[in-house]
Structures are given as structure tokens and as C-alpha cells.
């Protein structure tokens, strides 16, 4: 028999959104808290927070506020170190938030990440956020040692250009030396799936609190979330019928050859 099915070798993840619904109770927050510290006026609500996701990366999200809401505040001479030590400020309030344990793992992530380590199937992240963050979220969630179960972690600022540019993707695929028809992305948002598409990469959305109504065209599937088998998935969009409403390392095989 010939085969010329691939075999799944690594799953790309995303962290905000993907991993945990970190934006709204929590990235958003520490944005606002930081603010404060600064002594800002500004306060980013849930809606307003909705529109500035457009933006990825929270520097450059920082910058766009400045650019539409304040741009009085934009007369600095030393603007993007102001910039880049507010966003210090505000990674260590994320850092704290998540020490605290407020933000529980996205159902099936823990068991999807644990089944796939059994299968010996390699395991990263790509990711706009910083590599502190994707620490603390790992910390937080899965314990110290998870974060060596990755095989490569892509964050923050290791690629110029940030999601939707196919950079970090890219970057990832290059530590991995892998093909992007040997893997499968899981991302929440379209700017996420742009990034991985660009980069080749068959993706698996599972929507979030913020990106359930954009535009997935291009994704392998469109699920509520990856589901576990007490509490099954929902199909959001049907672009293929499975034989279960969790996914597992057979779904995600299968989806890479679909
Ligand atoms: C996540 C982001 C990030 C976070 C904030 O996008 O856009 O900017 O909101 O993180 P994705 P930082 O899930 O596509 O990676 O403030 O650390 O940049
Ligand atoms: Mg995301």
C-alpha cells in the first residue's frame, strides 16, 4: 500500500485566547493597572479592549491607543522607552495576576497537551505575547516543569513582525525542522489563523470570549473549544464530520490530512 498520508509530528499552539482566555480578566487588567501606575487616566474597558485586540503585541497596542485616543500623550521625546517600560510594568502585574491562579486552562487544553506528550508528539508555541507571560501562564496551569515540555517556545519580540505576519510561525517551524503539512496550529482569533496560514500551517480554531465572531475562512475546523469527553465540543463551522466531539491526537491526524 502506498502511503502518502502525513503523520502529525508537532502541534504549533497559541497561548492568549488558545491555552486560556487570558485577554479580557486578565492581559486587559494589567494593561489598566499599569495605567494607574503611571498615573494615566486611561482605562481600557471590555468593549474598548475588544477594538484594541486588532492590535497585536501590547506595546504596539499601547501605541495605537496613543495614536487614536491620546495623542497629547504622544509628545514624548523618549516615547518608545516610556512605551516599552509601561509594558514592563505591565507584563509584572500579568505575572502577578497569574500567580494568583485566576485563569484556569481552556477545557481539553491540560488533556490534549498530556496525550500528545504520550504519543511522543512534539509540543510548541507561538505566540505575540512575552516569553515571561507564556512562563507564568505555564507556572500557573500546568506546573514548573511543563514549561520544558515544549520543544520550542516563540514569544514576544524574537521576530520583527507579529501576528498576522507568518514570523513566529515561521521561526518555529525553522527550530522544529519540521514541514508545515507534518503539523497543525490551534489558534482563537483571525489574526492568529492569518499567521499561521501564511506560514502553511493547517489550524484548528477553537473561539475565545473576543474572536467568536470573526472570519475563519482557511481553518481546518471551527470548534467552541477542544472539548473533553464529558463535555463535548461544538462544531461552529462544517467543514468536516467527526466520530467524536473531543480532540485527540487521531482528530488532529485526521485533520491534517483532510
Ligand atoms: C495575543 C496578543 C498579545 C496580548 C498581550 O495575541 O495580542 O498582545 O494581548 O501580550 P496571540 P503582550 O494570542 O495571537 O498571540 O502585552 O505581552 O504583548
Ligand atoms: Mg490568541
Redo the contacts with the bound molecule.
Keep these: 500500500m502506498t502511503n502518502t498520508q502525513n503523520k502529525l509530528q508537532a502541534v504549533l499552539f ?5 491555552l486560556a482566555d ?2 479580557q480578566d486578565g ?1 486587559r487588567l ?2 489598566n493597572a499599569a495605567f494607574k501606575q503611571f498615573n494615566l487616566d486611561w482605562n481600557w474597558d471590555i468593549d474598548l479592549y475588544g477594538e484594541l ?1 486588532q ?7 499601547i501605541r495605537y491607543f496613543m495614536e487614536r485616543y491620546a495623542p497629547a500623550a504622544l509628545n514624548k521625546s523618549d516615547l518608545t522607552d516610556w512605551i516599552l517600560s509601561l ?1 514592563k510594568t ?2 509584572k502585574f ?1 505575572e502577578s495576576l497569574m500567580e494568583t491562579g485566576s485563569i484556569p486552562l481552556r477545557p481539553g487544553v491540560a488533556r490534549l497537551i498530556h496525550e500528545l506528550r504520550q504519543e511522543k508528539i512534539k509540543l510548541a508555541i ?5 516569553m ?2 507564556v512562563t507564568a501562564l505555564l507556572k500557573s496551569t500546568l506546573g514548573e516543569e511543563s514549561i520544558g515540555w515544549f520543544d520550542v517556545i516563540g514569544a ?1 519580540d524574537i521576530v520583527p513582525m ?2 498576522p505576519a507568518p514570523d ?1 510561525y515561521l521561526w518555529v517551524l525553522d527550530q522544529l525542522k519540521l514541514t508545515p503539512q507534518q503539523c497543525i496550529a490551534i ?3 483571525e ?2 489563523l492569518k ?1 499561521a496560514l501564511a506560514a502553511n500551517l493547517p489550524t484548528l480554531i477553537t473561539v475565545s470570549g473576543y474572536t467568536r465572531l470573526q472570519d475563519f475562512n482557511g481553518a481546518a475546523a471551527v470548534l467552541s473549544d477542544l472539548g473533553e469527553p464529558s463535555q463535548p465540543f461544538i462544531q461552529i463551522q462544517h467543514t468536516t464530520t467527526f466520530d467524536k466531539e473531543w480532540v485527540d491526537y487521531r482528530l488532529l491526524n485526521s485533520l491534517i490530512n483532510h
Design positions: 497559541d497561548v492568549d485566547g488558545t487570558t485577554e492581559h494589567a494593561f485586540l492590535v497585536t503585541g501590547g506595546k504596539e497596542r509594558h505591565k507584563t500579568f507561538a505566540t505575540t505575547t512575552t515571561e507571560n514576544g507579529k501576528k513566529i489558534e482563537d482569533s489574526n492568529g499567521s
